[in-house]
């Protein structure tokens, strides 16, 4: 397979084939401390890319052979919205998709152009990187192309986030030492209330990066986590779990007042007796089960009926 990878099983988003529209090596307008790629000088376009009959014809015999696929994967060895065939490509994708999504990995460059933001409107899962929201931060970590700026991004997901239907999830990758403080996070939370994504997921560096620079543990992710008031967020965790918690069903009630609990929240941190006690929530109703992306959130009932 030239332009495709996979299905691999993503707890992010479920059984997903990647489309890679930067097979023949690294194109993006970033080159963030924490990428999977080698470094690399940033550009703002993607060198040889594939044709678009090409990676259709091996999309549609993948998903033939592969009828259990959930979603198709827009993605690159960089930033796929400089693919300069995107609205082309996504429309062809949603002819052949049948019943599986249609999602995007973007770091959020170019959510700035309103041509853009037209073809995304069309993609049923968009994810969005936004590491952090100050211009000093976002230099240091991201490391962009000369000339963006984080105030042109967040403005223009603030635009993009008021019309878009489906669903918007927004990535924050922490860098110890870089975006890991409070008052990053806190201006982060500031920006993210009035954006009101789908899903927030909170995640930390997991494979060699590409330059030295190191993650965070996951209990520093959940203190992190706090930062963001009532918003859906999904914490990454990478390591085991020192020590799962039994919490009463009053506390559980309290936490997921003031924050829903992902699946992985509740397999990280929960006892059996917990996860027995919230099971007794959600027969009671006071608790309510909602997937989100492919992500099962626990929310508070009344919360999400006054919504
Ligand atoms: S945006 Fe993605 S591909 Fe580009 S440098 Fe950052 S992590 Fe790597």
């Known amino acids: 397979m030239k332009y495709t990878f996979g299905p691999i099983n993503s707890r992010r988003f479920g059984l997903s084939l990647g489309i890679d529209l930067s097979p023949l090596g690294k194109s993006c307008n970033f080159d963030c401390l924490y990428c ?4 690399a000088k940033p550009i703002d376009k993607i060198e040889n890319p594939p044709q678009i009959e090409n990676i259709i014809a091996e999309v549609k015999n993948v998903i ?5 696929i959930e979603v198709i994967t827009i993605t690159s060895n960089g930033e796929p919205t400089l693919y300069e065939n995107l609205n082309e490509l996504v429309d062809e994708l949603n002819l052949i998709k049948k019943d599986k999504k ?9 959510i700035t152009d309103s041509k853009i933001q037209e073809v995304l409107k069309k993609i049923d899962i968009v994810k969005l990187s936004l590491d ?7 230099e240091k970590i991201d490391r962009p192309l000369k000339g963006i700026k984080i105030t042109d991004i967040v403005d223009g997901i603030k635009t993009f986030a008021k019309d878009f239907k489906r669903d918007l999830i927004i990535e924050i990758l922490v860098v110890k030492g870089v975006n890991d403080k409070d008052s990053e996070m806190e201006k982060l939370n500031t920006v993210l209330q009035e954006i009101n994504p789908s899903r927030i997921d909170l995640g930390t560096i997991d494979r060699p990066p590409a330059f030295d620079v190191l993650p965070i543990s996951s209990e520093s992710l959940k203190g992190l986590s706090e930062n963001f008031k009532g918003l859906p967020i999904s914490i990454i ?3 085991k779990p020192k020590n799962r918690v039994t919490f009463s069903k009053d506390e559980i009630l309290e936490t997921i007042k003031r ?3 992902s699946q992985s929240d509740v397999d990280y941190l929960f006892s059996d007796i917990s996860k027995k006690y919230l099971e007794q929530l959600l027969n009671s109703k006071k608790v309510t089960k909602n997937i989100i992306a492919g992500v099962v959130f626990y929310s508070e009932t009344k919360r999400i009926l006054s919504k």
């Open 132 to 138: 952090c929201v100050s211009q000093k931060c976002f």
């Open 237 to 239: 965790h990478k390591d």
């Open 102 to 110: 249609l999602l995007i990995l973007s770091n959020a460059s170019t």
């Open 36 to 39: 999977e790629l080698k470094a």
């Open 64 to 68: 033939l052979n592969k009828p259990n």
């Open 259 to 261: 924050r829903p609990q």
